[in-house]
């Protein structure tokens, strides 16, 4: 095969691979944030609920839970309940949102209780405070920590071909055993590299825009 046969082929994976990290992001990101609160309530069984939830999911590897999400109902109802990719959403916006729930609790948790006085002194409700005061604070706090684990998440999309959906790692693999080539294997490197080198920059330029948050 020739190189612009093997991009195009690649290309067609790396399509598979921006849609799992772009549909895992837009679910766990929000996602993350309403597990923090469940993780800091006042209401002790749920916080005991949601930290053995966090525990559990943060304990167990990406990869068995994709294959529980995936193989575990159909077993129980004798038949596939979610298509491979489905499948691959949810077990990755599970995992990442318990991730970024810890991100979005230590950054909650790091505000001084000041910032809350000052905001209840100015009349504000609670709702206000968090998201005019507290919460772009938390933001420029997190980045750095978040900014990790998206890239983490970018890497960890290759382990969607263990229930073969077909990711530009599995694209690779194929042409591998069907060409007796093995070069496509590494040349995926560079995808990865541009991609994660994108949110690096992207990621940098966030972090310059809340410098005027002094913490």
């Known amino acids: 095969m020739g190189f612009t046969d093997v991009t195009l082929r690649l290309l067609g994976g790396f399509e598979t691979t921006c849609m799992i990290f772009v549909l895992t992001l837009l679910i766990a990101l929000p996602a993350g944030l309403l597990i923090s609160f469940g993780s800091m309530s006042s209401f002790a069984p749920l916080r005991l609920l949601v930290k053995t939830l966090v525990w559990i999911i943060r304990g167990v590897p990406l990869m068995l839970q994709i294959f529980i999400v995936f193989y575990v109902p159909g077993f129980i109802c004798g038949s596939p309940v979610f298509a491979r990719f489905t499948a691959v959403i949810i077990a990755f916006a599970i995992n990442y949102a318990c991730y970024f729930s810890e991100i979005y609790r230590g950054g ?59 990711e530009i790692i599995k694209v690779a693999e194929e042409m591998m055993s069907s060409h007796a080539i093995i070069w496509p294997l590494f040349y995926t490197g560079a995808f990865y590299l541009l991609f994660v080198g994108v949110l690096t920059l ?14």
């Open 108 to 166: 909650i948790e790091s505000i001084a209780k000041g910032q809350y006085e000052a905001g209840q002194v100015l009349g504000l409700t609670k709702s206000q405070i968090f998201f005019k005061v507290i919460l772009l604070q938390v933001v420029k706090r997190i980045i750095p920590p978040m900014a990790n684990e998206i890239i983490t998440l970018v890497k960890d999309t290759a382990l969607a071909r263990v229930i073969m959906v077909v």
């Open 202 to 215: 992207l990621f940098g330029f966030a972090e310059k825009k809340m410098s005027y948050f002094k913490v």
